[in-house]
């Protein structure tokens, strides 16, 4: 069936890094566009970074521009969102999603990042 595993959130330092991992299985990947959220205790859901099918449209939230990449590697079916120069107000619980071509909106379960000294 059609799944998203996240893998890679830790407990950071605030100006250290991570590199979150999401891994799809069971659809057309290289097709998708894929998208990275979090979401922290409190609070709504917000979209961090955008990648397009093909890797060549990409867009971040304002908040983590400069600092956040995403990628994607088709031949591993799998996004990645390298997180640099992290702070404290990037502490939450990050989702991959991909919206399919015939209408459901995938989500994974989710990876805690958690940046504190």
């Known amino acids: 069936q059609v799944q998203l595993v996240e893998s890679g959130g830790a407990l950071v330092q605030p100006g250290g890094s991570l590199c979150l991992s999401c891994a799809a299985l069971g659809f057309s990947f290289s097709n998708t566009s894929m998208r990275w959220y979090r979401q922290a205790p409190g609070k709504e859901r917000e979209l961090v970074a955008f990648?397009?099918?093909?890797?060549?449209?990409?867009v971040y939230a304002d908040s983590v521009k400069g600092r956040f990449t995403i990628s994607r590697d088709d031949a591993a079916n799998t996004v990645y969102l390298q997180m640099n120069s992290l702070k404290p107000e990037d502490t939450a619980m990050y989702f991959c999603?991909?919206?399919?071509?015939?209408?459901?909106?995938?989500w994974g379960q989710g990876t805690q990042v958690t940046v504190s000294s």
């Open positions: 999603n991909a919206p399919l071509s015939y209408g459901a909106n995938i």
């Open positions: 990648i397009g099918s093909t890797g060549g449209t990409t």
